[in-house]
């Protein structure tokens, strides 16, 4: 069945008024109730493992996202392009499903928390959550929400509100998103991601009404040394998918620590671009993986992980309360709400990042997790980095599809929150590279590997890749804005490539160490005919950006 014909069954304009409705009176009603801050605390942590640390963990019932269970309700500008049977049914069925919550909230125990995204004088989202506590421990998603947003103030910006009701029945879970009217239902999922990126998905929508846009990526600000020892102020900007390595180098000093250097960490997941370079914060905790989480290696987000104010999500915590992050036994999509504040020395002043004029230039880096032929670092025209952003490659995690884990995926903007239409993002971000090109330099940053095989028949991994470390991408980030990398023209992909970076063995990652001209052509040309498709499927595209990757 067509999205058209699905949506003509449903009375939209209705809809919409009644949510609504609904959702600016319901903080009035008697079965809704109003913890402050520290009473939140106090009532969820009883419903915790208190760590060693002092902090506490809390394990939810969902432990992903529902993807393939969530659903944009509203007029074509906001429909989904492309449904599952499952989702044609949840928005086919959606009027009846509102009657069904809204009367279920009539008489349903609930919590609200009223917070602001964004510290600035133009864009903060007003964020309204509410919470069923029918089964009471639910408490600690307010209570999680409470420590990711800001606290609630007077200022511009829209209203949002979101309902999550974590016993809707399982066989009817599904996220409904209202996106023109600022209203996101979450039912039958305990997992805390879905309301904090349902605030940022409709954030990011109402972001773009303003012609700004809402990107899924990093940002801070890196001082550097240049060739002469003169101190260099870049603002970096870090696109990554999860699981791709995008808060731990937002959150990663590379290795830049002669007098003068150093980072300032903005945000590690949302910001709102705006036309002049700047980027406005939405947040001031973040969430982020706790899989694996090294001390050595991630010294200052491990510094801030084991602080008492961080939430720790389904992490594995033992009888005695020690927190073994390497143990991904139930899940590998263990989180920690840490805050900003901990960061410490790193963290910058704001939460924003300043116009490109007050700065020295802007680096826009496009992290991917690849695992054959693609390069660990490319230097990009603007072209091609629009082109990067469209294709938005990796592979997918657990914290997106678990049934898909390990499998290539593309998404544009490697952001899975677009509302609308994508080619208009794509576009933008031409417009805007293409502005500032003078003072914005882009790179593909691969930190999967290359080398691996994979059997023809079941998709099992029959050679594993040769990854790249965490010190080694530093290295390579530390080169960047030293501009200490010799660079030279790799016609395989029409890019420059590192030929010398100091600290690295650049040679170890040279494909034909791994395969035969015959594999490396066969994988070049697969994936340059799986770009091409998967661009010339937007239809109002720049046609330059095609162009960009097109042989």
């Known amino acids: 069945m067509q999205v058209k014909s699905i949506m003509e069954e449903n009375d939209v304009e209705c809809v919409l008024q009644t949510v609504l409705e609904t959702m600016k009176i319901l903080r009035y009603r008697d079965n809704v109730f109003h913890p402050t801050s520290m009473e939140l605390r106090k009532i969820a942590e009883r419903y915790g493992a208190r760590t060693v640390y002092g902090n506490y963990n809390f394990v939810s019932t969902v432990k992903n996202r529902s993807a393939w269970l969530t659903v944009y309700f509203g007029s074509k500008r906001v429909l989904q392009r492309k449904l599952s049977q499952r989702q044609e049914e949840i928005l086919r069925n959606a009027s009846k499903t509102v009657e069904l919550v809204h009367k279920y909230l009539k008489n349903a125990p609930l919590v609200c928390v009223e917070r602001t995204m964004g510290e600035n004088s133009n864009f903060n989202p007003q964020c309204t959550y509410y919470v069923s506590v029918h089964r009471p421990e639910m408490i600690r998603l307010a209570y999680m929400v409470g420590q990711t947003l800001f606290q609630k103030r007077e200022a511009p910006g829209p209203e949002l ?11 009817d879970r599904q996220i409904l998103v209202f996106p023109e009217v600022g209203v996101t239902y979450v039912l039958g999922s305990d997992y805390y991601g879905e309301a904090k990126k349902g605030f940022l998905r409709m954030a990011m929508w109402e972001a773009k009404q303003r012609g700004m846009l809402g990107i899924h990526a990093g940002a801070k600000i890196v001082r550097a040394k240049d060739s002469s020892g003169k101190i260099r ?6 696109f990554g998918l999860s699981a791709t390595g995008k808060t731990t180098h937002a959150c990663h000093n590379h290795g830049l620590l002669d007098e003068g250097e150093g980072q300032e960490i903005v945000q590690d997941d949302v910001v709102f671009l705006r036309a002049d370079g700047s980027a406005l914060g939405s947040e001031r905790g973040f969430y982020l993986k706790t899989g694996y989480l090294d001390p050595k290696i991630q010294p200052i987000i491990f510094r801030a992980a084991i602080s008492p104010n961080t939430i720790f999500e389904n992490v594995m915590v033992d009888y005695l309360g020690n927190v073994h992050f390497d143990d991904v036994t139930l899940t590998e999509n263990g989180r920690a709400i840490i805050q900003r504040e901990d960061l ?4 910058s002043e704001g939460v924003n990042l300043p116009p490109i004029e007050d700065v020295d230039g802007l680096i826009v880096i496009f992290i991917t997790r690849r695992n054959t032929v693609v390069p660990i670092a490319s230097k990009l025209s603007v072209e091609q980095a629009a082109a990067a952003f469209m294709l938005g490659e990796s592979v997918e995690t657990s914290a997106g599809d678990p049934r898909r884990a390990g499998e290539s995926v593309r998404e544009v903007g490697t952001n899975p929150f677009i509302v609308g239409d994508e080619a208009y993002e794509g576009n933008w971000i031409y417009d805007f590279l293409k502005r500032h090109r003078d003072k914005v330099e882009c790179y593909l940053l691969n930190t999967g590997g290359v080398g691996e095989i994979r059997s023809e028949n079941d998709n099992r991994v029959v050679r594993e890749a040769l990854r790249v470390e965490i010190p080694e991408m530093a290295a390579i980030i530390r080169g960047i804005v030293r501009k200490s990398i010799e660079w030279e023209y790799y016609p395989t992909f029409d890019t420059y490539v590192p030929k010398r970076v100091n600290g690295i063995q650049m040679s170890r990652f040279d494909p034909l160490r791994f395969y035969s001209q015959e594999q490396m052509g066969s994988y070049v040309k697969k994936l340059k005919m799986e770009r091409i498709e998967w661009l010339r499927q937007f239809q109002n595209l720049n046609p330059a950006i095609i ?5």
């Open 161 to 171: 509100y979101l309902l999550q009701v974590p016993e809707w029945q399982e066989k």
């Open 233 to 238: 102020r870049y603002s970096m900007i870090l």
């Open 344 to 347: 410490g020395s790193d963290k």
């Open 547 to 551: 162009k960009a990757i097109t042989p």
